[in-house]
């Protein structure tokens, strides 16, 4: 039973304070408003007391303390700079230290302006220096990645990057090396900075000493406009600041949000954010006339609306749309339409687990996982797919949670978690046996025990599970009987919105079943009657009908189905035979000799909304700057469509429609009951191999464009993971290649030759250069595939491309 | 001439004594026996009666700090036996272990019953090959002959000991750096609390003794504490093994009881200032210990009235300066010394000492300012228990004496841009300086060089 610590009352510059015993002196007087000046204090990191620069005076005591390290006691009478002459004379000493090894190259250097070093030199410190010998120089700077570069000069030696490295990411690239004045930052011979994290370390480095590659030189903070966003890369809901600089993204920076993301982003929410400044964006909207052709937006709605009269529509979706956006299509799709067929998910977990997550709220939150004495992941590898979960595992592991991952390959969790591999699909089987409680003397016992005695456990459960149609609810029954919390978490940002507002086929807005008329009718209070009770069709479903030319009319929002889609085949065929196809999104991409109207729609950062989070948090994001050209927030854009069809949703401005939102969404009660066999087709994992794929944090998806030095940083090209007993069996080589067949289709690939992937699996990233792993599946993320070793096959593409394109078989 | 007293030096003048075979023959482990009699309380009892205080330099009393390592935390407990001596003209450690080993070894077995620990680590400075090698052997000969090894001259007690070799830093000998260093980190300081006693060497309770200190404790078995108490005075009890270096005719380590007068160690023992020179200045406790000067002689060798004088007594080590000695380059030297040791890790430490050693160079080179002697001044201030660990306490020691008590020489410095006792004129001291400052200079960039072609 954690219990609360008790509360010390203390004074700081005479001012009393009540906190927690344990508390830091420097955080009481930041609840005091007094702030302390400091390096290499960081809230979020161990204190360390290495820059000496938070001195004060605690009554009774001959030597000056570090507040940054000291521990509030009863009674205890502190004086900051502020009420005392020895205090400010240390601080201002040891910012004379400080800066005597310190360039003066403010003037060039890219933290000037906003600079820790330089406001506390101005604050606190000397007016000059009285050091008049030679200061220390180096080479400067050196690229610790295509991502950070590391001027050693301008370094303080505070240690927030490498802690940061230690403590929070775990991936522990960068050291102090050699002593005294000599000491520095650096990195071991050959390596590089390849954390998805490293660009933390930017952020927090007090001074210009670690720089972004993408940032150097660009702006000054006087030169650009900032505005509070979230980032819309995954379903993490970071908290961001994006800065622009004459209209276009020049940097992402973190913001503090200990709900969520503390203080941290990854290096993809950092670095990528130049799609929407790429060359394919488009503006404008377009018509297919002779060829795709610019027009009004008046114009394009009219012919949609045109084609669409007494038509059979339906909508796919991406995971980009903000909650806004989702909830206006839910409504546009069955009150001016009439159709259910619509749907945002790429897998589809379906069940009671879905359900709950659509009805309700923060469950889970960070929080929860964070203090939780033990933690199930179960079908996600968090570093790849909501990289700051992954750092809040790491936070909670070490707080003394055990953590236990449940997949078909070992996650980056792995030295902090144990891991039960096992073979795609076959998830939901190691789940069944945790809730028997595991066999004798089995591993699974151990982690059944210990997940039963943990204080506070979580299950958090990714896409993966959908690859069984029962897995998902099976990791709902295990939490309800641990008595421990239970969260979906889907990758994408604006997953959770999209089914919270029921873009979905079988549920409308806040979980309620269309099927059920007493949830109907909660619906119909507000929407009017709607025009069917039947569950529409999902995603797969809309694409086989379209295939089929049962479909006359699809809007593809923020979606490319020939690269989103697990079935690439599918996709093309569908594309080829649904006779309208109108495409909302920022770019054309593949989809420009399919498009009949191109509708263009606002990047997040252009426009005011929400998003929700993993959790169920909505968050709000706003515009840093106009809509680009034309383009439109998404929710405009569907309100534009109604009115042209002649059913108007109702709702003017943002705040009418958040207005309903809220009606509608309020967290429900969802009623027990056991879980039926849904979603598509029955899990293919018997075969020579079990193929399975999920994309990579850093991949060719479209919200990377553009994003070149991350990618240098971090990309990684395809290839395929083979555990070593496979491989031996198949003749396989680490390092050779090897021919991945499936019945969709074949690529030849490199091959990795792993115990970190589930013996009979085989993993290949679904979006990697040299791969689109579609290709290669039928609908699922999973395929059964044979392999055969490719004697010096791809010998000469190793040159060139690095790797043999795929060849499509079908 | 007072008659020596040789405790911890008894066997010195015999032949053989480093090995096991004369060392039982001489009475050794004779301690370890009656230790093992009793029971780990009793132990800490004894020596706490004896009033053995810490040779490290603190002169923390041992048998209080035995007993300060709790038992029954359901983790390890370790002994680390701190040999990595590296403090400034300290020298006692290293003839200890060359010399007679097994007495210091019998001492940490002692010292482990007493704390009940299982496992000990001998710390073994990254310079002392030839001691290293003596170790390897001597704790090879006490496993052979079941004075380490599981149950320990039948009494049940199990004891493993693991030699670690340091890498080569001064900040190693400071017990948390050590630790660090011990578990494969680098060798910096750590936060306290938590103490060592309670989390120490990988988050276990941890008791670390000096070599000099444990070699006291097998005589203190075999004698009795009131035995012990009979040397030296109340507060300070036993023998003290003094370093005597630098101007004297006799270095050496010379063995006296605590608060024997520094006369008689420096003129009697060590022979009297080289070429009967007049002493100017010296350490009572190595580098780390402000200087006293010839007014200070008659100073009880202790730790209070080394005290009262205005310095430490600190590892014993005395460096003897002569009247032919300039004070600014002696402590320019110390003070490269600091900056070349500092591990990097706070502020006043790093940039401190890596500033005043490139003033006082200035000075010492002629080239100093009458405000450099004020700026100094205030770097002592700002530098004082201002760092995370005491090692910027230590550089700033020779600093700020020398700059009480020879302040004359620094003016004349500034003022003539010579140097007033070696006579040497602005040019030689230029080129002095020049060569001396050059691996000052040159020191800290190699590291950056070696840095930069590894990555």
Redesign the interface.
Known sequence: MSVEPEPVTLTIDGKEVTVPTGTLVIRAAEQLGIEIPRFCDHPFLD???????C?VEIEGQ???FTAC?TEVAAGMVVHTQNTSELAHE?QV??L???L??HPLDCPICDRGGECPLQDQTMAFGPGES??I?PK????KP?PLSPLVLLD?ERC??C?RCTRFCDQISGDRFI??????????V??????DFRSPFSGNTIQICPVGALTASTYRFVARPFDVHVADGICGHCSAGCNVRVDVRRGEVVRVLARDNAEVNDAWICDKGRFAFRAADGPGRVTTPLIRERGLEPASFDEVLGRVAEWSRGARVAFLTGGRLADEDAFALSKLARVAFGTNDLDHRRAFHGGLAEELEAASALRVTYRDVERAGAILVVGLDAEQEVPILHLRIRKAARRGARVFVVHSRETRLSDVAEHLLCRPGQEGAVLERLIEGGAAGSDEERVARALRTAEGAVVLAGSLLAEHPLATDVALRLSRRLGAGFALVPRRAGDRGALRAGVHPALLPGGRRLAVASERAEVEAVWGELRSSEPGRNGREILEACARREIDVLFLVGVDPLRDVPDAALARRALENVPVKVVQSLELGELEPYADAFLPAAALHEREGHLTTWEGRSQRTRPVRAPAGLSRPDWEIFAGLAEAVGAPLGFGSVEELREEMEALLAPREVSERPTAWVGAGVPQWLDEVTLFTYPLLVDEGRLSEGASELKAALEEPAFVEVHPEDAERLHLADGGWARVRTGAGEATLPVRVSSRVAQGSVFVPFNQPGLEANRLLSGRFTAAATLEAVPGGGEGARGGEGIAGPEAKT | MSEPVRILTGRWREPDTVWIDRYLETGGYEGLRRALAMSPQEVIEVVKASGLRGRGGAGFPTGVKWSFVPQDTGKPTYLVVNFDESEPGTFNNRELVERDPHQFLEGAIIAAYAVQSHTAFIYCRGEFLWPGRILERVVAEAYDRGFLGRDILGSGYDLEVVIHRGAG?Y?CGEETALLSSLEGY?GQPR?RPPFPAVEGLYASPTLINNVETLSNVPHILVNGPEWFRGFGPEKSPGTKLFSVSGKVERPGNYEAPMGTPARVVIEEMAGGVLGGKRLKAWTPGGSSTPFLTAEHLDVGLDFESIQAAGSLLGTGAIMVCDETDCMVEVTRRLLQFY??????????C??????VV??LG?IEAGAGRP?DLP?LD?QC??ML????CALVDGAVSPMSSSLAYFRDEYEAHVREHRCPVTGRGPGLVAEQGAREEAPAAT??????D???E??
């Open positions: 204190p360390v007391g290495a820059c000496r620069q001195y001959r030597k000056l390290t240390g000493a040891n004379e230290f400080l005597i090894n009285r050091y010998e220390r120089v180096y080479r050196i050693r303080v030696l240690a050291e102090m090396f050699a002593r005294g004045a000599g000491q520095q650096a990195i071991a011979a050959g390596e | 830093a900040i680098r936060l900056a070349h040791e500092s591990c990097g890790k706070c502020t006043p790093r940039e401190g000492t890596w500033w490139r003033v200035r405000e700026l205030d201030t700002n228990f201002r760092g995370f020191t800290v960039p190699s590291w950056a070696l840095a930069e590894l990555g």
